[in-house]
């Protein structure tokens, strides 16, 4: 089953940086991933929210911060979805070829 809120929340190509830094780091703040990411800090803040609705991170207070990290349960959930989701596709193009296979191989010849 898709959880259309966990690939909403991953969908986004900043949340997927942002969970390539936090996974390359181990965990940071808003500023500390502000800093490498051409966005502001502000947006960085809501980009976290979306993924710690979801579960893909957790927050623990860091000074006058949060410190978020991923969560890889939840992550490895996402990964097992999108493994599930390209293995129907792949069945599904595979039959599509072999259709038009067979379409070209009844085709008349000229």
Known sequence: MIDDDLWSAIGDPTRRRMLD???LDGGGTATTL???LPVTRQAVAKHLGVLDRVGLVHASP???ERRYEVDEHQLSRAVAQLSAVGATWD???QRIKRIA???QQEKPKS
């Open 91 to 93: 069945a599904r193009l």
């Open 101 to 103: 296979e067979r379409v």
């Open 34 to 36: 502000s800093e490498r």
């Open 21 to 23: 830094l936090l996974l």
């Open 62 to 64: 860091s000074g006058r």
